[in-house]
């Protein structure tokens, strides 16, 4: 006893000299703490080294001092204790965990105005995964592991800049009291500390995982794999100990090795990469992953831009205490040096297809089953590659059919949560090879070589990056909505999952879209590509800049979206300085003018955030060519048009009756509309005019694509064309109509969008294939005709002329 005291006073100092708390949450003057209270701090072990870092912490940061006692009544309590270790009997079932809280409950029984507020603490001396890892699993970090004195102290030298400290919610010994007495309510105290650290851990340090070789052979015995090489061997006469082998190299190539001592390398370098790359990485929503992730499974479903993706989301939830995911990721990535270090951050890799490879996907699946029934957090891109042309794609439904056949499979099917997630950049590193491939280029293939040319490239600047993460959906719950019953069925593939997985896919694609960041490129985008020529007068595009983000706080496109600090002068400033628009001098006034291979590049940006505007702008676009509107014909107006571009830009198939109310009242508050009797009609103001003019242009192009794909089918008898005569086409007049308006953007003819558009056309039931060829009725052309009168006689004059030509 005297040598622990002896010991603490210099080991304290060592500890307030040495070590520094790399991430503190939540930040210490944010605490709900009560100052009428004493505050007795309770950590989940017995650790010196854990006490005295809380003391200096305390009293670093002004928090209630956690050296001393307090006097509860008659009880003197000190004021850090730790929970005592589990008592493990032979004869008796459970741990028989107590806390330490029995006496300080009697006395505030016994006396009606005493308290005492429980102030649970987590330190974690650097972050080990739970699993185990040779001698660095004896030398490095917590892990799941109780740790010994001598580890211990080795942590401690090593970590000495990668603690981490979580505060839990202050619990009040007096709310844990009720007419049963002191000791239940002792055991209840015991029992929501005990939850509280082991939601915690999870949280950080993520479940416990096997070794990865204990874990490929535990895959490649399961009985769906065994059942998958029996019948293998049966109808195709193999051996079975051959198609044994065969799954345990399937295993090897798939499965991950999530490595602490690479993670924490990767923390370090990626945090020096966004320095030199980027000005920052903003994140925003990170407490809605923080809220679920000690007691549910996590799949993280972002938006796929760019290559820097992989990286970007595991750093940000290591960097502010989540345990990062297991990321699926396509097999081109296993390359030479890449590959390995990619697996030991935490990816396992699949091929772009499973066709006629059984027991490749028999492997997979459990592999993946088994990540997600063990509570892993998972990431994946539903999207299935890297967006060319800026847009949200289509949710490929193999990742998510699999997650939910995992899912349905789960004992516990409760606790899964999706996190939608937009990763939104000011300047992406692969733009030019975007470009190429949208005119037709071969994608280049993934090599070290390739990724040595991208690192020739750190001495541009990049802008910021935004991480916002979008509302989470918790699987059990939506599926007892959309699917009654999903719970009673077993079965492998059961009946109800072909029409979740596209329900599921389109959801969580609305729900990153909601999400999307605005930033002074994509609204500078939006505004410059609106012109005709490309070039706008630098005042005018401040004040169509500040319009835009008045009308996304009036009436926003998304309920998570962003909008960048500082004011509209300092986006034009920032745009500039990235190269994406060049501003001209004159006497009378600036010039913001984009090149054709700058405004080539602004189409990708402005299709990130295209979806936030379109209600404003197909509104605005309604009153191009009629001056005044009332709400019912410019509902029958615009309720033709808007499914196909809801389904196309993923957005709410009822915004449009829902929101345009609100938006027409927004375009009347920024002076575009002016209220009149009946209904609204234009600003006879020419800036306001020229505003509304600008703003009705953003979805001109996806208007025209659309109305030149329905000349063509219209203009045939109907089960004339097939889908792919059809789109073929649509590309060509698009190409023509592009090159005689001086609007040569390869994304405007891309023919992706034509097939989505006839298969959004199919969904709605305007049109159906029988026999191959594409049929309608005259529903198609009574909507085509109400859908006509939006566009001015020039412009429908244009491009029916294009058509029939």
């Known amino acids: 006893m005297v040598a622990g005291t002896f010991l603490r006073t210099p080991l304290r100092r060592l500890i307030k000299a040495w070590v520094e708390a790399r991430h503190i949450e939540p930040a210490p003057q944010a605490l709900p703490l009560d100052p009428s209270l004493p505050v007795v701090y309770v950590l989940p072990h017995v650790a010196l080294s854990d006490t005295l870092l809380l003391e200096t912490l305390c009293e670093r940061h002004g928090l209630p001092p956690a050296r001393g006692r307090h006097l509860i009544g008659e009880v003197a309590l000190p004021a850090c204790l730790a929970l005592p270790a589990p008592q493990r009997r032979l004869w008796r079932r459970g741990s028989g965990l107590q806390a330490p809280f029995q006496e300080a409950l009697d006395q505030v029984a016994q006396h009606p105005g005493t308290d005492l507020q429980l102030v649970p603490v987590s330190i974690f001396w650097g972050r080990a995964p739970g699993k185990r890892f040779g001698l660095w699993h004896l030398l490095a970090a917590d892990s799941w592991q109780l740790t010994g004195r001598l580890r211990r102290a080795l942590s401690i030298l090593l970590h000495t800049r990668s603690v981490e400290v979580q505060f839990g919610a202050p619990l009040k010994l007096s709310n844990l009291l009720d007419a049963r007495g002191a000791a239940l309510a002792n055991r209840k105290c015991a029992r929501l500390l005990r939850v509280h650290f082991r939601r915690m851990r999870t949280r950080v340090l993520g479940p416990d995982l096997s070794h990865r070789r204990t874990l490929i052979e535990g895959v490649a015995k399961s009985p769906e794999v065994r059942e998958v090489i029996d019948t293998l061997a049966s109808t195709e006469k193999r051996s079975p100990a051959r198609l044994q082998r065969r799954a345990l190299r399937y295993g090897h190539e798939i499965a991950s090795s999530m490595s602490y001592p690479v993670l924490r390398f990767m923390d370090g370098l990626l945090r020096r990469l966004w320095n030199r790359l980027y000005d920052g990485v903003e994140v925003h929503g990170l407490d809605r992953v923080k809220a679920l992730a000690g007691d549910h499974t996590l799949v993280y479903v972002p938006c796929h831009r760019s290559h820097i993706d992989?990286?970007?989301?595991?750093?940000?939830?290591?960097?502010?205490?989540?345990?990062?995911?297991?990321?699926?990721?396509?097999?081109?990535?296993?390359?030479?040096?890449?590959?390995?270090?990619?697996?030991?951050?935490?990816?396992?890799?699949m091929r772009r297809s499973f066709r006629d490879k059984p027991l490749y996907a028999a492997v997979f699946h459990e592999y993946l089953h088994r990540l997600l029934a063990h509570g892993h957090p998972l990431e994946y891109f539903m999207e299935g590659g890297r967006s060319r042309s800026g847009r949200m794609l289509a949710p490929r439904p193999g990742m998510l059919a699999m997650t939910l056949r995992s899912f349905a499979r789960c004992s516990d099917a409760s606790r899964f949560a999706f996190i939608p997630v937009y990763i939104g950049y000011e300047k992406i590193i692969e733009g030019g090879s975007y470009q190429r491939e949208l005119r037709g280029g071969k994608k280049p293939k993934e090599t070290p070589w390739g990724l040595l040319r991208v690192l020739g490239q750190l001495r541009q600047p990049f802008g910021k990056v935004t991480v916002n993460v979008g509302e989470p959906l918790a699987l059990g719950p939506w599926l007892d909505a959309g699917a009654p019953g999903w719970r009673d069925e077993v079965s492998p593939k059961p009946a109800w999952l072909s029409q979740a997985v596209p329900r599921l896919g389109d959801e969580l694609a609305r729900r990153i879209n909601a999400a999307a960041a605005l930033n002074p490129v994509n609204l500078v985008a939006l505004v410059l590509l609106a012109t005709p020529h490309r070039a706008i007068e630098a005042s005018l595009m401040a004040r169509q800049l500040a319009l835009l983000s008045a009308l996304q706080r009036h009436c926003p496109g998304g309920r998570d979206y962003s909008l960048p600090s500082g004011e509209p002068d300092d986006w034009i400033a920032q745009v500039v300085s990235l190269g994406m628009i060049e501003r001209r001098p004159h006497a009378l006034g600036d010039i913001l003018v984009a090149t054709?291979?700058?405004?080539?590049?602004l189409v990708w940006y402005r299709n990130n955030v295209l979806h936030l505007f379109a209600l404003a702008s197909l509104s605005a676009f309604a009153f191009r060519h009629t001056p005044m509107q009332d709400l019912e014909g410019l509902l029958a107006r615009l309720a033709p048009p808007w499914p196909i571009l809801a389904r196309e830009l993923f957005l709410g198939p009822d915004d449009l009756h829902q929101g345009l109310p609100s938006m027409l009242d927004a375009l009347c508050s920024q002076g575009l509309l002016v209220p009149c009797e009946g209904g609204w009609q234009r600003s006879r103001s020419l800036e306001a005019g020229e505003?509304?003019?600008?703003?009705?242009?953003?979805?001109?192009?996806?208007?025209?694509?659309?109305?030149?794909?329905?000349?063509?089918?219209?203009?045939?008898?109907?089960?004339?064309?097939?889908?792919?005569?059809?789109?073929?086409?649509?590309?060509?007049?698009?190409?023509?109509?592009?090159?005689?308006?001086?609007?040569?953007?390869?994304?405007?003819?891309?023919?992706?969008?034509?097939?989505?558009?006839?298969?959004?056309?199919?969904a709605e039931g305007w049109v159906r294939e029988e026999a191959g060829v594409l049929c309608y009725d005259e529903r198609l052309r009574s909507a085509a005709q109400r859908t006509g009168e939006l566009y001015d006689p020039a412009l429908r004059h244009r491009l029916q002329l294009v058509s029939h030509g």
């Open 310 to 349: 992989y990286l970007l989301l595991s750093y940000v939830l290591y960097r502010d205490g989540l345990m990062p995911p297991h990321i699926a990721a396509g097999r081109n990535l296993n390359m030479p040096m890449i590959g390995p270090l990619l697996r030991r951050c935490g990816a396992f890799f």
């Open 596 to 601: 054709p291979d700058q405004a080539n590049l």
């Open 691 to 762: 505003q509304l003019r600008l703003l009705g242009r953003l979805m001109q192009p996806s208007l025209e694509r659309g109305y030149l794909l329905l000349s063509l089918l219209l203009g045939e008898p109907s089960g004339t064309l097939d889908r792919e005569a059809l789109a073929e086409r649509s590309q060509q007049l698009t190409q023509r109509l592009a090159l005689l308006s001086g609007r040569d953007a390869p994304e405007y003819f891309d023919r992706t969008l034509f097939a989505s558009l006839i298969q959004n056309l199919e």
